[in-house]
């Protein structure tokens, strides 16, 4: 049997439902089995997790846009790579 329901009762949602569906502002949707307490455990991991990937994005891009404003030592194919990975992350 399937439910769906809309509420903002937390104590009806821990002691009622067995998994929960999470939509967030981009439109993505994430699957939490258990209960609303298991949710929220869950959703902070995976919030931290993105947290983490973009600082790290971003320092990866700060590094890849220092060595671009240096400018790249005979701009050989090494070079070349590396730039073309500085724009790839620019664009994520």
């Not at 049997?1 to 009806?12: A, C, E, I, P, Q």
């Not at 307490?37 to 991991?45: C, G, H, M, S, V």
């Not at 790290?56 to 891009?61: D, E, I, Y």
Request: one cysteine or more; hydrophobic letters at 35%.
């Amino acid at each position: 049997l399937s439910l769906l329901l809309v509420t903002h009762d937390r104590y009806f949602l821990d002691e009622v439902c067995t998994e929960i569906l999470e939509i967030d502002g981009n439109g993505e949707t994430f699957t939490h089995p258990g209960s609303w307490p298991t949710f929220l455990e869950r959703r902070a991991e995976r919030l931290a997790a993105q947290a983490k990937s973009i600082q790290n994005a971003k320092v990866q891009l700060r590094r890849a846009q220092e060595w671009m404003d240096r400018g790249a030592r005979g701009r050989g194919t090494k070079s070349k790579a590396t730039m073309r990975a500085c724009l790839e992350v620019k664009s994520k």
